[in-house]
């Protein structure tokens, strides 16, 4: 699908089949809340009841740590649900009733499940922890959200995995690199991230393997041979063996087929696999329980299955659309439509856009000036 | 009797209430002389101050110079407004935070703590949790009611929660100098990712600390308390026996349902 073609449909359609969405940015000023705000603009013209949760703070006057970055405000509509502090719910002015004290502590105050009885601006601090998340989104849902949403922080992704949401809008921009070809690269790489094939339960194999996995101790990881015998590694082996013990262990034992990770994966031990798959000629499939268990930084997942190793996953996430914000705040910008088309090239099968772009679809004449909220105010960031 | 303050218009106060009167010190890049003079006026008017007086300037060496300035600011500030439950806490000396937490806990807090990824710093991490402390304080190694396990510096996030899953630890503390091209918030960031990737979340509370940290950043970072200048050993016990007394009270409602 190309960046043109993806203009025509609009952010509450394509993800109007998720009730819990998941707004994550690859980094800081990716325009994640440009994004959600769009969206929020948009299911309030269908009278959508939303819900909104944020697992850091949206909705902030400026940024936290560069002050001099203006950041968009969230404006809800009267009858919406949020999940926020009681200080910042009190600071937003707007008359509200209180659901639900939820217990659970930030360093901002205790979350409160909040109804609005009029539309304004509210700062939005929800719970941070995946659990505690996944927990307030369906107490919205129960008190009649009809959709709710869930915007992350910086590069956040916990709250993408498919345990807390549905679906997943990411927000990708200039602010990753100065050069657009990296922006394109790493953005590609983030994608082909999250969007990692599930296991086949449908074939014999994968459906062994899910076995075998789910009948081990929890937080157990284990080596699966040929035969598919489980064979275990020692505790926290995953996240701290040194490359060359992990070739050690894997030459020691019967040819492994699959190594099934009970939680993090962190990326030395992925480097450790490599000689091993090299020497042994045979491609090794290591399994997680979803993207969000899995850290690259120096690689992407591409580089790791040339290499011979398939990173697989449980539980897929639906990736629904990717927004890209072309400004890198307090720095350069990127022609919009370039940066768009090129990232199209690189990534199928999900629409792309720009939600400040006139190519969007619904681009809301409120936000049409992108200084109001990337860039100073008044400074002139587009021609 | 002491004068009521009005706490949604407070300002500066020197002589009497009110007065807005502050005292300032900064540099310029230009030779001592009365032009010099002359400009730290010009600029303090600039910066918004008014009744500005340069009470002491001298060559700091050659073609710059020290000034010291009395001004009056005129504007002021709405403290009501910022007030509010969740901002502040009641610090404990250290014999009360033994105290609460033989009372309420009966066990020894295990905290593991780090300055992670490429940060050389061990500084704070040390005055937070070493013996020696600072300024008199000394760290929660000393405490009774703490377990401490201080790994140094540049230590991956990978390790770091392998040595407190390992210690079955209570508390992960992280160093941090957190600067404004975001040098290091990723490594904040993959440290939560990764707890919660173990599963470990809510068995854990993660506070980090850093110059530039505060509850602000602490929430989007997805930490459970932030520290930064001005801290000592005592807040953070503070904090730690606090909030573990209240999650093992079963305080934490489940939001479902």
Known sequence: MTSDAAGQATLAELTAGSSRVALVGLAKNTGKTVALAALLAELAEQDVCVGVTSVGRDGERHDVIDFRIDKPPVLLAAGSLVATTGPLLKDSGLDHEVLLRTGVRTPLGEVLLARLREAGAVEVAGPSAAADVRAVADAMLDRGAGQVLIDGAIDRRAASSPAVADGLVMSTGAVLSRDIDEVVDKTADAVALVRLAGLDSGRREGQEVRERRSAQPPGTSVVLDDELAAHPLPARFVLTAEPAAVAERLRSGPRPRWVSVSGALPETFLEGLIPFVRRARSPLKVLVSDPTRVFLTRHGAGFYETAGIELVVCRPIELLALTVNPVAPQSHEFDSARLRGMLAERIGGVPIFDVMHPSYANAPPAMAKRGAGHALPGEPHRA | ?257
């Not at chain 2, 002389?33 to 007086?53: C, H, I, N, Q, V």
């Not at chain 2, 010291?68 to 901002?87: H, N, P, R, S």
């Not at chain 2, 100098?177 to 290091?184: A, D, S, Y």
């Open chain 2, 1 to 257: 009797m002491r004068e009521e303050v009005d706490l949604t218009a407070v300002r500066p106060y020197a002589d009497h209430l009110g007065d807005g009167l502050v005292q300032m010190s900064f540099t310029l890049p230009v030779p001592y002389s009365l032009a010099a003079r002359k400009a730290a006026m010009e600029l303090a008017g600039a910066m918004g101050f008014e009744e500005p007086e340069v009470v002491h300037y001298e060559e700091l060496t050659a073609g710059y110079t020290y000034f010291v300035m009395y001004v009056k600011c005129v504007q002021t500030v709405d403290f009501a407004a910022l007030q509010g439950e969740g901002f502040d806490i009641e610090y404990m000396s250290e014999d009360e935070i033994e105290r609460f937490a033989a009372r309420s806990l009966g066990r020894k807090i295990v905290v593991v703590g780090a300055s992670t990824g490429s940060d050389t710093h061990s500084v704070g991490i040390d005055a937070m949790l070493n013996l020696k402390g600072y300024h008199g304080h000394h760290g929660l190694e000393g405490y009774q009611a703490f377990e401490t396990h201080n790994l140094g510096s540049q230590v991956p996030n990978s390790v770091l929660l392998s040595k407190a899953i390992e210690v079955n630890a209570d508390v992960i503390l992280v160093s941090q100098t957190v600067t404004q091209q975001n040098l290091h918030v990723h490594n904040l960031t993959e440290l939560v990712e990764m707890v919660e990737a173990e599963g470990r979340r809510s068995g854990l509370i993660l506070a980090c600390g850093g110059p530039r940290v505060s509850n602000e950043l602490a929430k989007e970072l997805g930490y459970d308390a932030g520290f930064s200048k001005g801290t000592y050993p005592h807040h953070l016990a503070t904090f730690i026996v606090r909030e573990l007394a209240a999650r093992e009270s079963g305080d934490r409602v489940p939001a479902a349902g």
